[in-house]
């Protein structure tokens, strides 16, 4: 007869006994779904007032914006503008686009940015396969000369460039100045040279990041060059170009020196410089002026809402690789 040991009968205890033990009054462990310590959610408080601050200071002059353009220039001059006295209207707005011609010039914007996004996503996804998916002596080199070429402010090759395209002679039928000034090909080839090194610098990183096997194995069935960047590459890449197509369209919509040093013809400037025609020549109306920068900001808000899912998944994507 075998007699049991009283630990043994502790360690072969019930399940009700190896389950979770109930909480009573003096239990110190935390409780299910709370955290241990609020030490984390402490750490964050900073984060969320440095983040309140900035989008204060960044929504602060843009609701005042949208307030000085819903009301008249003579409640303003009446009641002044820091009051709410007056009616409020969409007059300015109504105003604002019939003097500042705002229909052609956002045809003219949309002239010089479709062109200008197109050209800077081929050529920049070209040079970035080169620099990160072929490898040949001067990739690095180029790669840096590229990114580089970013730290040049651009207003120091204004004179040069301005020069460069006055002797730059074209036939009458393509330009009714004679050479590149006053086209919108001036416009759209400084824009893309310009971005083509931020771009390229960013869609490198992200080729970098897919396998290279994907080019090893189509190099094996006899693809070339260009046939692993076409069918292969970039369409891996199209949340990068998304996000980079996104960027672009704003960054050359808001564009306002290239095309006033470039462009002498007022009917075929872009639509950021439809505010100077709102200025009077001895008297400005603040009201209208906002008027018109509200209008001119909306086509560049539009953009971003609809391409925003794949902005933020061109975005994140590339960090997630590798």
Not at 27 to 44: C, D
Not at 58 to 68: C, R
Not at 258 to 266: A, D, N, R, T, V
């Amino acid at each position: 007869m075998s007699i049991a040991h009283p630990t043994d009968a502790a360690a072969a205890g019930t399940p009700a006994d190896a389950g979770p033990r109930s909480s009573g009054a003096g239990s110190t462990g935390p409780r299910p779904g709370r955290p241990a310590n609020n030490k984390q959610g402490k750490r964050h408080y900073g984060t969320h007032v440095f983040l309140i601050v900035m989008a204060a200071i960044w929504l602060v002059p843009l609701g005042w914006a949208i307030f000085t353009a819903l009301r008249p220039k003579a409640d303003t001059d009446k009641y002044g503008y820091f009051s709410t006295g007056g009616a409020f209207n969409f007059d300015n707005f109504t105003q604002a686009w019939t003097q500042g011609g705002f229909g052609q010039l956002f045809w003219n914007s949309v002239l010089i940015t479709v062109p200008s996004v197109f050209l800077i996503l081929f050529f920049a996804s070209m040079m970035a396969f080169a620099v990160s998916r072929v490898s040949w002596k001067f990739n690095i080199t180029l790669l840096i000369m590229f990114t580089a070429g970013n730290l040049l402010p651009p207003q120091v090759l204004a004179a040069p460039l301005f020069e460069m395209f006055k002797h730059f002679e074209l036939p009458y039928a393509i330009s009714d100045s004679g050479n590149l000034l006053n086209t919108y090909i001036s416009v759209i080839a400084v824009d893309t040279a310009f971005q083509i090194g931020f771009v390229t610098f960013v869609l490198s990183n992200y080729m970098k990041a897919l396998s290279p096997e994907l080019t090893e194995a189509a190099l094996v069935d006899g693809a070339g060059v260009w046939r692993q960047y076409w069918d292969i590459i970039l369409p891996l890449c199209r949340p990068a170009l998304a996000a980079m197509g996104t960027l672009e369209v704003i960054f050359i919509y808001n564009d306002f020196f290239w095309p006033l040093l470039f462009i002498q013809s007022g009917d075929r400037l872009p639509v950021t410089t439809a505010i100077n025609n709102l200025q009077g020549q001895f008297l400005s109306n603040y009201n209208l002026i906002a008027a018109g920068a509200m209008i001119t900001a909306v086509p560049a808000l539009v953009i971003y809402l609809l391409l925003q899912r794949h902005f933020v998944a061109g975005l994140t994507l590339g960090s997630s690789k590798g």
